[in-house]
C-alpha cells in the first residue's frame, strides 16, 4: 500500500532527527518512493518556538494503516527525549497524511489527517510529489486543496547544497530507496 507522511522537527539538529526518522523508517522495511525537500515552516498554533523542518515522503509498505501508525509511534519515541505539549516543539513527528483512496476513522486514527488541508508545512511538500494525488473525502487533489488553502504561514523551500552540511541532504536526495521506482500511485 502506498502511503504519504509528513514529518516534523524543530528541537535538536531537525536536518538529522529527519534523516534518522527515515533511516528507521527503511529499517522497518518501509520503502521510500519519494522524498521531498526539505522546508524551513513557521510554527503554527503554538508560538515562541523555533520554526520546523518539514518533509513529506511516498512509501511503500505492506502494514496496514494501524501497523503503520505503531511504527510511527515507536520511532517517536526513540528518538524523543521528552513529551511534548500538542504543536508544541518536538525532535520528531511523523503524521499519516494519505493511505491513497482509503479512509479510516477510529479514536486512535483518522486518515486522511484532519488537519491536512489547512497546514501549508504539509499541503507545500505534499504538492512537490504528489500534486495529483486525490483527497478521497475533500475529492480534491492535493495542487487544488494547496490553492485553497487558509493557511498564510510562512513555507520556504531549502535547497539541497544549503542543507548537505547538516547530514539532511544525502538521505533525501540519494539514499537508494528514495531512488528505487518511479511514483505508482
Ligand atoms: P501528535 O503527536 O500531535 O501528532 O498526535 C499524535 C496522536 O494523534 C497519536 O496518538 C495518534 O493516535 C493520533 N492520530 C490520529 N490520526 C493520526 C494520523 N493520521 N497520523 C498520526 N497520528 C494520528
Same mark, same amino acid.
Given at each position: 500500500m502506498i502511503y504519504h507522511l509528513g514529518l516534523g522537527s524543530n528541537l535538536g539538529d531537525p536536518a538529522k532527527n529527519l534523516e534518522r526518522a527515515r533511516r528507521f523508517?527503511?529499517?522497518?522495511?518501509?520503502?521510500?518512493l519519494r522524498?521531498?525537500?526539505?522546508?524551513?515552516?513557521?510554527?503554527?498554533?503554538f508560538s515562541g518556538q523555533p520554526w520546523f523542518l518539514n518533509q513529506v515522503l511516498e512509501v511503500?509498505?505492506? %502494514?496496514?494503516?494501524?501497523?503503520?501508525?505503531?511504527?510511527?509511534?515507536? &520511532? *517517536?519515541? =526513540?528518538?524523543?527525549r521528552r513529551p511534548a505539549p500538542p504543536d508544541g516543539p518536538?525532535?520528531?513527528?511523523?503524521?499519516?497524511?494519505?493511505?491513497?483512496?482509503?479512509?479510516v476513522r477510529s479514536p486512535s486514527l483518522t486518515v486522511p489527517h484532519p488537519k491536512l488541508?489547512?497546514?501549508?508545512?504539509v499541503l507545500v511538500p505534499l504538492a512537490e510529489i504528489a500534486?495529483?494525488?486525490?483527497?478521497?473525502?475533500?475529492?480534491?487533489?492535493?495542487?487544488?486543496? %494547496?490553492?485553497?488553502?487558509?493557511?498564510r504561514s510562512r513555507v520556504?523551500? &531549502? *535547497?539541497? =547544497?544549503?542543507?548537505t552540511?547538516?547530514?539532511?541532504g544525502r538521505g533525501a536526495r540519494s539514499s537508494p530507496a528514495a531512488k528505487k521506482r518511479p511514483r505508482s500511485g
Open positions: 523508517l527503511a529499517s522497518k522495511g518501509i520503502v521510500i522524498a521531498s525537500a526539505l522546508y524551513r515552516t513557521e510554527p503554527v498554533g511503500e509498505t505492506g %502494514l496496514s494503516p494501524w501497523e503503520l501508525l505503531n511504527t510511527a509511534k515507536t &520511532i *517517536e519515541k =526513540r528518538m524523543r518536538r525532535s520528531i513527528d511523523i503524521d499519516i497524511l494519505l493511505a491513497g483512496s482509503a479512509v488541508e489547512e497546514r501549508n508545512f500534486p495529483g494525488a486525490v483527497h478521497p473525502v475533500r475529492r480534491a487533489n492535493i495542487a487544488d486543496l %494547496l490553492r485553497a488553502s487558509p493557511d520556504e523551500k &531549502i *535547497e539541497a =547544497r544549503t542543507y552540511g547538516l547530514g539532511a
